[in-house]
């Protein structure tokens, strides 16, 4: 079964540009999760979404939104981008929500 | 005061060490995963419990819910066992749960 995927891997954008991520599920898992790696903050949980509704969000700005398709598949994205964005997003599937997550490779975006 | 608390932050062992990493939390959790972090980037789940114990090769996981404590252990350590060791508490229950992340303790295990 193949893992997790996103795209792109790597990604330079400018201030005040928008940017778009996606992420593959593990076929058949419904529950995509998305989270925010600095090396200041650590992991932080952004949002989960669940048969195409999001469950649960985390303390992020408006600027930080995403959706989930009808296959599973999750796209997030950031709007005015500002230099603090600059982070590795990883998103984590799993067969339901709150179960064990199995993590994609993460896309690290550099905001210049 | 993080939520979530690791200890230590940094840990070097010669291999064949037996290792231990703590994990306290502070608020109620439904449950605990324990992640695997290597250089690249890429993380693996190691474990999710919410009770007692759990093993995994030579990994082992435990958690006790009454002391708000969960340990990683690592038997017969390997170089290839560096990597930062995350722990993350999942709160709220099920489909509205919220995962809060510790800091990470990173090991690091000399041949």
């Known amino acids: 079964k193949a893992g997790v995927t996103q795209t792109p891997r790597y990604l330079i954008k400018t201030r005040g540009q928008q940017v778009t991520l996606s992420c593959s599920p593990i076929?058949?898992?419904?529950?995509v999760s998305w989270y925010q790696q600095t090396p200041g903050q650590g992991l932080q949980f952004l949002f989960e979404y669940f048969s195409e509704t999001q469950r649960n969000k985390g303390n992020f700005p408006g600027r930080f939104s995403g959706r989930q398709f009808s296959n599973s598949r999750s796209e997030m994205n950031v709007s005015t981008l500002e230099l603090g964005d600059s982070a590795l997003y990883l998103c984590?599937?799993?067969?339901?929500?709150?179960?064990?997550?199995?993590f994609g490779p993460g896309t690290r975006l550099t905001v210049l | 005061k993080n939520e979530v608390e690791q200890s230590p932050q940094n840990l070097t062992a010669q291999e064949g060490e037996f290792i231990t990493i703590n994990c306290s939390y502070s608020v109620g959790i439904s449950a605990l995963h324990w992640l695997q972090q290597h250089p690249g980037g890429g993380i693996v789940s190691l474990f999710m419990l919410s009770s007692g114990k759990k093993k995994h090769g030579r990994l082992i996981a435990t958690i006790n819910i009454q002391e708000k404590h969960s340990s990683l252990h690592i038997t017969a350590s390997h170089p290839r066992d560096s990597a930062v060791y995350i722990c993350a508490a999942l709160v709220g229950g099920g489909s509205q749960g919220n995962l809060i992340f510790g800091k990470g303790t990173k090991l690091s295990v000399k041949p």
């Open positions: 076929s058949g898992h419904r529950s």
């Open positions: 984590a599937s799993s067969l339901e929500a709150g179960g064990r997550q199995f």
